[in-house]
């Protein structure tokens, strides 16, 4: 018995060792499927690969799901025209608020809108859709402008109502102007909703959302933003805590989620108008019009925080308007989602970016200006074409107005996009109507007061950008080149790592491992 056991404990170490073989090769097919794109950041790695925990794993699927509602909303405006031209009765006109604009024909035909406000928070699209705000707390109305105590501020005051612990409706009593004396640290599950008033906020640090998640930033205007600290601020109405030197940006997002900025008029700030950064994700920035400043806004922290990777953004019916240099935005890492915004010209360039960001715009409308060397959308930032070659930059039904230009790269010339885009080039063809409305309602400084033109640019015509079908640039063509891979692969992509996490002979290796495993220490003598 002895002698036997002796001859048995040598084979036991050699079945470990075919088990752990069998499940490292399993384990090293499936890493090589979830990895096939190298070092890019397409979506057949990013189930794989979620360093965030409000992260998307298919942010194609977001994408598809922004050009739905775009599409149904469009169908609906087109479906009145059709009726009236039908009709010879004297009928309506087509009521002005159905643009074809996803978010505003979600609220703003309710002739009672201002009795349901809260359910603007329905109405959000893209990798901020679901954003709450304070939906289901209770309002609270701002009937004080003033701002004299950071850090203990009076009742009334959109200061005290940003920091308080519930979920809050914040509304406004009257027109106001708000000149800050610090950043306004605002907390989770707010919405500061200026619809039916006109609300300036102004002044020293502005609106900073930093680690707390579910905010609207609704309807009003944000500018002349400086820089401030070094000072108490209370964050709620229990903490009071030491303030180190803003930045001075007109909105600041960091380490947050489910934001979302809405018809807002930001301009002539210090720093950013907009900076979403240190892993925040679940971002909608639509609608708003952005005026006379340098560097816009700036997507990721630092090109070495890798953090960011997770950070998604869409970017949708925004007017980027006159005075703009750069940065419309400025990305690193992440997925950045650029659909159905107005650029009415720049001085450096439009997109930018570094640390291998993925940006897929679609349907836009790029007016370059008149110089000749700005006529370029995109800017890789102190990257050399060695490197940027691989990154997922893609250009879809874009127009390019006065010279403009877009140049793609990574996944943007390949098919790997292609399931993604069904936002059509007549999509960027009305890009006045759906962005007819960015800003503050009403604001005589948006598309409908600032009037006109700009010099050396033509209105009108312009080229289209589409994206490549199966044969990459140049090739496949038509739409029998683009095959069907069945429900799934039309949601997510042909080549989703869902698809590859699914295969069976993974599936099959696996179990045969844990076959081995169980059945050796059981079967041995």
């Known amino acids: 018995m002895v002698a036997h056991k002796r001859i048995n404990n040598p084979q036991q170490p050699t079945y470990i060792c075919i088990i752990l ?304 240099v750069q940065r419309m935005p400025r990305c690193r890492h992440g997925y950045i989602h650029v659909v159905n915004n107005d650029f009415t010209a720049w001085q450096m360039y439009a997109i930018g970016g570094s640390a291998n960001p993925t940006i897929n715009s679609q349907g836009n409308r790029y007016t370059a200006p008149i110089d000749p060397n700005a006529k370029q959308v995109t800017k890789r930032v102190d990257t050399n074409e060695k490197h940027w070659e691989k990154w997922n930059w893609r250009t879809e039904g874009d127009v390019m107005v006065n010279g403009a230009f877009f140049v793609p790269s990574g996944d943007g010339v390949s098919p790997a996009f292609a399931r993604a885009t069904s936002v059509q080039a007549k999509a960027a063809a009305i890009i006045d109507q759906l962005t007819v409305n960015a800003g503050v309602f009403g604001d005589p400084s948006g598309r409908n007061g600032q009037g006109g033109g700009f010099p050396g640019i033509t209105g009108g015509g312009g080229t289209i950008t589409r994206g490549y079908s199966k044969g990459g640039p140049g090739g496949g063509g038509g739409s029998d080149s683009d095959s069907d891979d069945g429900l799934f692969s039309m949601i997510f992509g042909s080549n989703t790592s869902a698809a590859v996490a699914l295969r069976p002979v993974k599936v099959w290796s696996i179990l045969f491992s844990l076959i081995l495993l169980w059945y050796f220490p059981h079967h041995t003598r």
């Open 21 to 324: 073989f069998c499940l490292l090769v399993s384990l090293s097919h499936l890493g090589r499927a979830s990895s096939s794109s190298s070092t890019s950041t397409s979506t057949s790695t990013s189930f794989f690969n979620l360093s965030l925990p409000h992260q998307h794993p298919f942010p194609e699927d977001v994408v598809l799901n922004v050009q739905r509602k775009l599409n149904d909303s469009l169908y609906r405006r087109n479906l009145l025209t059709y009726q009236q031209d039908g009709d010879t009765t004297a009928s309506a006109p087509i009521p002005s608020c159905i643009t074809g604009n996803p978010i505003d024909d979600c609220w703003r035909c309710d002739p009672n809108w201002s009795e349901n406000r809260q359910r603007l928070a329905d109405c959000s699209i893209g990798f901020g859709q679901g954003t709450l705000g304070g939906k289901g707390g209770r309002f609270y109305l701002v009937t004080d402008s003033s701002d004299n105590d950071a850090a203990n501020p009076i009742p009334g005051t959109l200061r005290h109502a940003v920091i308080q612990p519930e979920p809050l409706w914040i509304v406004f009593s009257g027109d106001m102007g708000i000149r800050l004396k610090h950043e306004l640290i605002i907390g989770s599950y707010k919405t500061i909703d200026g619809r039916g008033t006109n609300v300036q906020i102004t002044g020293h640090g502005c609106l900073t959302i930093q680690q707390v998640s579910h905010v609207i930033i609704h309807n009003v205007h944000i500018h002349h933003c400086k820089p401030s600290g070094n000072t108490l601020v209370a964050s709620s109405p229990t903490h009071v805590g030491f303030r180190g030197v803003s930045d001075g940006d007109g909105i600041s997002v960091s380490a947050s989620h489910h934001i979302w900025v809405d018809h807002c008029s930001l301009g002539y700030c210090m720093d950013g108008l907009i900076d979403v950064i240190l892993a925040s994700t679940a971002v909608t920035i639509s609608n708003n019009y952005f005026y006379h400043h340098d560097e816009v806004m700036l997507l990721g922290h630092d090109d070495r925080y890798t953090a960011d990777s997770g950070m998604q953004v869409t970017i949708a019916f925004n007017h980027f308007g006159e005075g703009l």
